[in-house]
Nanobody
Framework: HVQLVESGGGSAQAGGSLGLSCVIS????????VGWFRQAPGKERVRVAT????????SYADSVKGRFTISQDTAKNTFYLQMNSLKPEDTAMYYC????????????????????WGQGTQVTVS
């Protein structure tokens, strides 16, 4: 079955950097959306960044644009979120997710299309 495993969370000071990784196993195809989401305590989950595996098209939430970078290593089926210039408001549980392959790149911004989820990794910025 499809598995997503995140790693790399931790603590950082404001202005610092952290990198997250997400390994996706048992899920290959010609192209699908992968997203990084985050949820802070008492708040709704929000989409932070997306990438379409075929071509590498990316998108970012306004709150992280210019600070976060999503990327992929297709050979390893691993996806990354590099977070720079961190702010306390970036504190949250971060999740990676993969969308159903029936949906193309135009659907990467539709949160409901994400079918597979990792267990999350905590990021704390102080």
């Amino acid at each position: 079955h499809v598995q997503l495993v995140e790693s790399g969370g931790g603590s950082a000071q404001a202005g610092g950097s952290l990198g997250l990784s997400c390994v996706i196993s048992q899920y290959t195809g010609s192209g699908y959306c992968v997203g990084w989401f985050r949820q802070a305590p008492g708040k709704e989950r929000v989409r932070v960044a997306t990438i379409y595996t075929n071509g590498g098209d990316t998108s970012y939430a306004d709150s992280v644009k210019g600070r976060f970078t999503i990327s992929q290593d297709t050979a390893k089926n691993t996806f990354y979120l590099q977070m720079n210039s961190l702010k306390p408001e970036d504190t949250a549980m971060y999740y990676c997710a993969a969308a159903d392959q029936r949906y193309g790149r135009l659907w990467c911004s539709d949160d409901e299309k994400y079918q597979y989820w990792g267990q999350g990794t905590q990021v704390t910025v102080s």
